[in-house]
């Protein structure tokens, strides 16, 4: 056999009193009671009982706590068995931390405040009793009940109780004294702490997943943000590209087909090595259009006619292009040599294609030597790529 435990008859463990201070006792109402019921009990007066617990009429409800003054409470003196001792409870006080304290057991420290209001959430400036010596349920006599009768309720044998209280005659108790029953367990009390903690528990792990949960939505919902993000900046990148691949393929089908055209009015580069450091069109944002071709060479490179044609300047010019050569092919069409370093060619003189007119420099607008090649149409200038081989 176990220890006997309090869960047999329910109010032993429910409704058994506690006292607030001397001369008072708290009492839990249990189904069936009356006010009347429990003033006649415990020999109060049930005005005084209302006064005490705060209410306006005699409507109870099981569960509720009453205060019950004790009679002649000037000079009630509350017994508690030997070794028993008053705990006030502190901030932050739980049953765990205040049995660790004592050396007890969650299980015996319930035992011994059977009637705690708050199992999980111990109310700071409370009172705990700590048994030291012997551990036990802690009960208190209700009017008219005996040792007997608790020894009776409980399977204790009635020496077994008086020894643990260190009694010697039955009439040393009497209502309202708290009496040890050695080795009886407030199970179900205990079990309710149990339930309470497991509740709460459960509740933090939901909290927990919950806030996991929308952790992870909203991380979803980023990286699908910066997914969507990069996929735009692919596809504008990739248009842009493909835009710049068109507009490359349009101007090399533009040249193509300009030298097919141009092919028999037998143009050739000006000079014979070169690199072309410039192109024809925009520089940039912030520079001017490029009007021409620019074909770097060493200094004093030979620069020839593009093609025959009549001479119609040679010499300075003033818009930046140094020294140079301008020849007028017929029909609206001319082209110019710029940034020479010395020029052979005359004004008025007709040239052969590939016929000495000058020799690469640097004069004028220019940061090297090179040749700038233009083609002229109407006055207006063309892509010279259009018109070379």
Known sequence: ????????????EIAIASPAKKGWLIYTVQPGDTLSAIAVRFGANTKAIMWASGISNDA??????LRIPLAD????????????????VHAGDTVESVARRFYLTPLGLISANPSIASLD???????????????GLLVQLQKGQTIKDLAARFGLPVMQIARANALKSPTEVGTGDFILLPGVQAKTTYNKLLDL??????????????????QKKQETARLAAEALRKQQQRRLEQQAAQAAQQQQSSSQSEVRRANYVVAAAGYRYPVNRFVITTYFGARGAYQRFHTGLDLAAPMGTPIYAARAGQVETAGWSPYGYGLNVILNHGGNVETLYGHMSRIVAQPGEY?????????VGST??????????????????????????
Do not use: C
């Not at 959430?121 to 551990?135: C, D, F």
């Open 60 to 65: 109870l409800h099981p569960g509720d706590t």
């Open 351 to 359: 040239v052969q294609r590939g016929q000495l007119i000058g020799y």
């Open 1 to 12: 056999m176990g220890l006997p435990q309090a869960n047999l008859p329910k109010s032993a």
């Open 364 to 389: 004028g607008w220019s940061t090297g030597p090179h040749v700038h090649f233009e083609v002229r149409v109407n006055g207006v200038a063309r892509n010279p790529l259009a018109y070379l081989p």
């Open 197 to 214: 903690q497991a509740a709460e528990r459960k509740a933090r792990q939901q909290e927990a997943l919950r806030l996991a949960a929308e």
């Open 73 to 88: 409470a000037s000079q009630s003196t509350v017994r508690l068995p030997p070794g028993v001792q008053e705990y006030t």
């Open 121 to 135: 959430r111990l109310t700071e400036g409370s009172t705990l009793y700590i048994p030291t010596v012997e551990a």
